[in-house]
């Protein structure tokens, strides 16, 4: 087995939710599914900061990350037309 999992988004939630709303140690969740608690920290925190949009999943962005990358875009092509 490799040493990256792969978690799907509403697992990572699920794990969230096992720290955040019932009160159990990253440590101890961590070590029942096999990752370190730095992840299960860096989760909830994401989590936190970013609610449902935290995990997009990889090679993704969250919603507001593709608006602003759309726009810094559009800008450069408006700049580029103007010269």
């Known amino acids: 087995m490799s040493n990256k999992n792969k978690f ?11 720290v955040t709303e019932l009160g159990k ?24 900061l970013h609610g449902e949009d935290a995990f997009p999943g990889k090679g993704k962005l969250r919603p507001a990350d593709a608006e602003q990358k759309r726009l ?9 037309e103007i010269a």
């Open 8 to 18: 799907t988004e509403d697992y990572k939630k699920e794990i969230v939710k096992l």
């Open 25 to 48: 140690k990253p440590t101890d969740v961590a070590k029942d599914i096999g990752v370190t608690p730095t992840s299960i920290r860096r989760w909830v925190k994401q989590y936190s």
């Open 72 to 80: 810094e875009k559009e800008n450069k092509d408006l700049k580029e």
